[in-house]
């Protein structure tokens, strides 16, 4: 898997979200962390990506670990810094 197919694979589940709640988001490419176990991929809502108007932004959206080795998909989280969640992902069996 190389980035593009992570980031891909991140939109695709994006994508099945928006079709039950009504909010499209859109992967935010130039935003995405590499590591050597994978990717850190974020994410906004299409609207504010079109517009930049911060009433059409989401909160609250953690971003996606995608694991290169096997492909699973986690969530990070919003409380801390993503390198404090990073750190975290890092410990355990990457």
Known sequence: MNQSE???????????FSSRDGVQCVVLKTQTIVRGWGWVVFYQSKAYV???DFRDM????APY???KH???IDVSGTAHPIEYYI???????T
């Open 6 to 16: 992570a980031e891909q694979k991140v939109q695709i589940m994006l994508d099945d």
């Open 50 to 52: 079109e517009s930049g």
């Open 58 to 61: 989401l909160g609250g959206n």
């Open 65 to 67: 670990f995608v694991n």
């Open 70 to 72: 096997n492909g699973k």
């Open 87 to 93: 750190s975290e992902y890092e410990k355990t069996d």
